[in-house]
Structures are given as C-alpha cells and as structure tokens.
C-alpha cells in the first residue's frame, strides 16, 4: 500500500517568498493530487497530475514518476494562500477506484 | 452546479445514539467516498462505491455503515456513536478530471 510523506510539516514565510512544499509516495501511481485546505474550511482540489507539470495562477505542481516524488510551489505567496496543503495518491499502483491515502499535509502561514 | 451537498455541517452526539451523514452530488460521478479527518493525521477512507448498488470497506469502516442506492446519494450511518468517532467527515466523488470535496461534517460525540 502506498505511503506518502510531506515536507515539511509547517512552513512560516513572509509574504512574497517562492515556496515549495515537497510529497513522496512509495508505489508508482496514476496520477497525484494536490489539496487545499483552509482552517476550519473544506478541501479543494488544486491538481491532479500524471506527468510533467502544471501551472494555475501562482500554483505550479511538478512530478517526477521515475523518482516517485512532486512538488508544489507557489510564487509570490500571500497572505490568503495560508492553509493546509494535502498530497495524496491511489493507495496502490494503476488504482484509484478505491479511494486515495493522503499525506498528512503542511501547514503553510505566509506574514504580512 | 452544486458539487458534493454534506449535511450537517456541525453535529453533537451523545454515546450511543445514531445518525445518518447526508452526501449528495449533482455532477453524474460514478465513485463516491467518505472519509474520516482527525488531527495531525491525513484522511481515512471509511467506505466507498464505485456506482449505484455497490459499496466496498475502507481502511477504518467499523462502527460504519453505508448504502448507494442512486447515483446521486451517499448517506454515511453511524449506529451506537462512540467518543472514537469524534472527528471531520469528508464525502468525496470522482471521475477522471479529479476529487470534488463536500464542506465536511464535525461530529463531536458526548
């Protein structure tokens, strides 16, 4: 069964910093994804992705399938983007009907 | 287009008692989930279906049950509430695109 590990854990910046949060996974996937999660609020889907990269505003996520390892960076970061971000992936290799195992998210606070 | 409707939102429940968690998404997806949030941990899945009719155990589905009778609707029971299943309910659906979330339900039991 696949296990995923998120670094960091928490991650406290100014406003204005690139940031990059990491996730790895144990057994080749689909494809990964990517979750918000705003305190108290629920979660919203950033990316799904396979392969390569993809961007959406200040959001870019990469993969790399061969080293079972993606990121999430986002460019000039702001307040409004603190919030828990979430990896998850199918628990086993070609899955997903069944769900997903979730890392267990980095707590990012950007300062003013 | 409304997404995945989860009902309560907030709910206090004393040891023993029973309740239904209402999942509805209006989106045609065939794979629908509910999952569990406590902290410092990621989600669990507690129960899934992968179309009307079929519902499948997840990883902590004790103390559970579910029933998929539409395409439409999930609803999550809980029978004889424990302390241990204090917790964040996420309903999930899916299709090839991705993940839509509902608001979740915060179940607290007394």
């Known amino acids: 069964k696949n296990e995923v590990e998120q670094s960091p854990q928490n991650l406290t910046a100014q406003e204005g910093e690139f940031i990059t949060i990491n996730c790895s996974y144990s057994?080749?996937?689909?494809?990964l994804h990517w979750l918000q999660q705003h305190p108290g609020g629920g979660i919203v889907s950033l990316f799904m992705l396979s392969s390569g990269k993809k961007k959406h505003g200040r959001l870019i996520a990469t993969i790399n399938i061969q080293e079972k390892h993606s990121s999430l960076h986002i460019t000039a970061s702001h307040p409004r983007d603190s919030a828990v971000y979430i990896c998850?992936?199918?628990?086993?290799?070609?899955?997903?009907?069944?769900?997903?195992?979730f890392g267990k998210g980095t707590h990012l606070i950007i300062q003013p | 287009n409304a997404g995945v409707t989860q009902t309560p939102k907030f709910r206090i429940l004393k040891i023993g008692q029973s309740m239904t968690l209402q999942c509805a998404q209006d989106?045609?997806?065939?794979?629908m989930y509910w999952y569990r949030q406590d902290p410092g941990m990621g989600l669990k899945l507690i129960y899934y279906?992968?179309?009307?009719?079929?519902?499948d155990k997840g990883e902590v589905p004790n103390g559970y049950n579910v029933s998929r009778s539409t395409t439409e609707d999930f609803p999550l029971r809980l029978e004889l509430a424990a302390p241990s299943q204090t917790s964040v309910y996420f309903c999930a659906s899916s299709a090839q695109v991705g993940y839509t979330f509902g608001s979740g339900t915060r179940l607290t039991v007394v």
């Open positions: 057994v080749g996937i689909s494809a």
């Open positions: 998850a992936v199918p628990p086993y290799s070609g899955g997903g009907a069944d769900g997903l195992t």
């Open positions: 989106m045609n997806h065939n794979y």
């Open positions: 279906s992968v179309g009307a009719g079929i519902t």
